[in-house]
């Protein structure tokens, strides 16, 4: 049989038809595409033709397309639906991978050919283009002599190698970490939901009868609100923080003092004082100093507001409080003080209409587009859902798939992908993907989702927006490939929409009943949302001041002790809280270690954030949820991509600079929390 990526899709749209593809498939494609895309390369970069923007730049553009096509649909497989097959293709193709950018960055005839272009006469994202090119080269070692060059391709070999354990040694942590219960009496206080959601996770896992307690991928596990059995919360607790660095076979320690060793050396190789100077030069950020700065000035007042959230604990609990006690807790103060019980809101948050009544609804609102469910179309997983979106007047704008409940197959968190990018020079249309981890519910049973699972999948949202809106040129530019301090705006912009009153009333509604949310529970979750700002955000802060720890080292100052330097940063940085672990610990912080994605960037989320906070203002100010505003953000920012500057962008949209003032009033960090 013909392998179905060797030519493009006949799907609409270009979904690939998974159901037809073979893990035999993808390493023919993967590796025919290597080849092929290397092969353009150096006829782009031998044409004996004097450089033109065509000849070079449109023809880079053109460039790749079997190995884009199948890396997209393997990738995907990687992260979502990962066989053991699948994975062993990861990590021998990892290092190809590695070796084929290299290939192409560190052709001194390609990058001379980019060089010669005369820009004079371009468009402004033509011009752009080049210069992003020419900016790439220069990141990737072209200045370096030939020695330099071959250490740097050796580096980046190992730094994917690397990247590739790691995460797939975190994804087995999250198995093997979950707690297994024999009683059911041990669960006393989750929702009969999520105690039967255990059940069905165990009985998937082999132990059918028994109660398995999955985890998600930050250090703070969602049924640790609930949990009444303490001893089950400091199990589950301390389960989640041990992952990666337990001494057992899927420790990673060797693997962190690995990568922190060879970015250092990278970084030096290429200029940069350390390896979080190099990547912030790739970022909105003015240089690195301006993120130390950043984060210095809000460590302390985060600080502050968790100390007083931390006694007015304590004083709820009646005993010394255990950082395992915090949620529970904490949940027990929103109940009392504020009257909001997470658990019982829950059943007014379905996945299916938040989903279509929710987000799909604040989408059409805005921006017009519709959202057509396409069970014609199948994804790679039974649970992944096809919607056909389209614009106000009937035309198409892209492929939306959502996969939202977890597996042992998939990566854990939450995250968007495009499977197909838009591109007007290649004639294409956004695919994208949203992945989540919800609890899938027993047979018959709704999802119910917690206010903070509701706030993902509207984050998520967000992402995929950004992609199905882009109208650009050149697939180089699409949708979220802006820098990664940039990329987190759009989707916190979407979270507004979640306790937007005319949102809100149309899906916060009861799934048997029909009931809608009461305005008195509404006024009490608003009236609460400055609690447990302190923990959340000196959490966020522990984990983005651990990443900038861990690559401003040179490769002398890489510690032999992981856990200790970790302690020792968080305390230098003065975020440490005896109370708060880091939102990721170095064991499993897979934002950084699986891959250099947020490594040094981990601090991209509250920098978008004062964009969004600052969005935010701008929506209230103007109306709020009408088209023309939906217009706006659109047409200024959501569809330029990176074809111009994305603060630029973000310029033209708001009309000047971001404040921070709206972002510190959001957090609280302008006034002390009372307890």
């Known amino acids: 049989m013909t392998n179905p990526l060797l030519s493009p899709s006949p799907l609409p749209f270009g979904l690939p038809p998974f159901a037809a593809i073979t893990t035999e498939d993808y390493a023919e494609a993967v590796d025919a595409g290597l080849k092929e895309h290397l092969h353009e390369i150096q006829q782009i970069a031998a044409n004996p033709l004097p450089a033109t923007f065509e000849n070079t730049a449109v023809a880079m553009e053109r460039s790749g397309r079997l190995l884009d096509r199948a890396a997209a649909a393997f990738f995907t497989l990687v992260s979502a639906d990962a066989s053991d097959a699948i994975r062993e293709l990861e990590t021998a193709f990892a290092p190809r991978f590695a070796a084929h950018q290299d290939a192409v960055y560190m052709n001194r005839g390609l990058y001379e050919r980019f060089n010669a272009i005369d820009t004079a006469r371009l468009d402004d994202e033509s011009a752009r283009l080049v210069q992003e090119y020419l900016k790439e080269f220069r990141q990737s070692g072209i200045q370096l002599d030939d020695d330099g060059q071959a250490r740097l391709r050796e580096i980046n070999a190992e730094l994917s190698r690397i990247g590739t354990e790691f995460g797939q040694r975190v994804k087995e942590t999250m198995k093997s970490a979950a707690i297994l219960l024999d009683d059911e009496a041990d669960l006393a206080g989750m929702s009969t939901e999520d105690v039967a959601g255990a059940a069905e996770a165990a009985k998937a896992a082999g132990h059918d009868g028994r109660f398995l307690l999955t985890l998600i991928q930050p250090s703070n596990q969602p049924a640790l609100a609930s949990l009444e059995n303490r001893t089950v919360r400091r199990r589950l607790f301390e389960a989640s923080l041990a992952r990666g660095t337990d001494g057992g076979s899927l420790d990673v320690r060797d693997l962190v003092r690995a990568t922190v060793r060879f970015r250092a050396e990278k970084a030096s190789l290429l200029g940069f004082q350390n390896f979080a100077e190099l990547m912030v030069d790739q970022q909105t950020a003015p240089d690195f100093k301006a993120v130390q700065a950043m984060l210095g000035r809000l460590a ?279 109370l708060i672990p880091p939102r990721y610990r170095t064991g499993y912080f897979q934002h950084i270690f699986a891959g250099a994605g947020y490594a040094a960037g981990y601090y991209s989320y509250i920098w978008s954030e004062v964009l969004d906070a600052d969005t935010v203002e701008w929506f209230k100010e103007n109306g709020g949820l009408t088209r023309s505003n939906g217009d706006r953000f659109r047409s200024e920012l959501l569809s330029r991509g990176n074809s111009r500057d994305p603060l630029e962008s973000f310029r033209t949209f708001r009309g000047r600079d971001a404040e921070l003032e709206p972002l510190l009033k959001r957090r609280g960090l302008n006034q002390p929390t009372q307890p």
Do not use: C
């Open 300 to 578: 302390p007042p985060a600080i502050r507001n968790a100390q007083a959230e931390a006694l007015a604990l304590a004083e709820s609990a009646g005993h010394p409080l255990e950082p395992w006690d915090w949620a529970y807790y904490s949940a027990q103060v929103r109940r009392e003080k504020y009257q909001v019980d997470e658990q019982a809101i829950r059943p007014y948050f379905s996945l299916e209409m938040v989903l279509a009544d929710g987000v799909f609804f604040a989408a059409t609102q805005l921006y017009g587009i519709t959202f057509h469910e396409r069970p014609d179309l199948a994804g790679y997983h039974g649970d992944v859902r096809v919607w056909e979106v389209k614009n106000e007047d009937g035309s198409s704008l892209g492929l939306f798939l959502g996969d939202y409940y977890t597996r042992e197959s998939k990566r854990g968190g939450a995250w968007m992908n495009s499977l197909v990018e838009q591109s007007r020079l290649l004639g294409t249309q956004a695919v994208v993907i949203n992945n989540l981890n919800i609890t899938k519910p027993a047979p018959g049973e709704p999802a119910l989702l917690s206010l903070d699972e509701v706030r993902t999948v509207f984050h998520e949202f967000g992402h995929a927006l950004h992609g199905l809106f882009s109208d650009v040129d050149y697939p180089r530019f699409s949708g979220t490939s802006v820098p990664r301090d940039f990329v987190e705006y759009p989707s916190q912009v979407n979270e507004m929409w979640i306790m937007w009153p005319e949102v809100l009333t149309n899906y916060a509604r009861h799934h048997a009943t029909g009931e809608v949310l009461p305005q008195d529970i509404v006024e009490r979750i608003n009236e609460s949302l400055l609690w447990g700002e302190g923990f959340a955000t000196t959490e966020y802060l522990g984990a983005a001041l651990l990443d900038v720890a861990w690559h401003v080292l040179s490769t002398d100052d890489v510690p032999a002790d992981v856990l200790a330097f970790e302690a020792k940063a968080l305390a230098d940085a003065g975020i440490a809280h005896p």
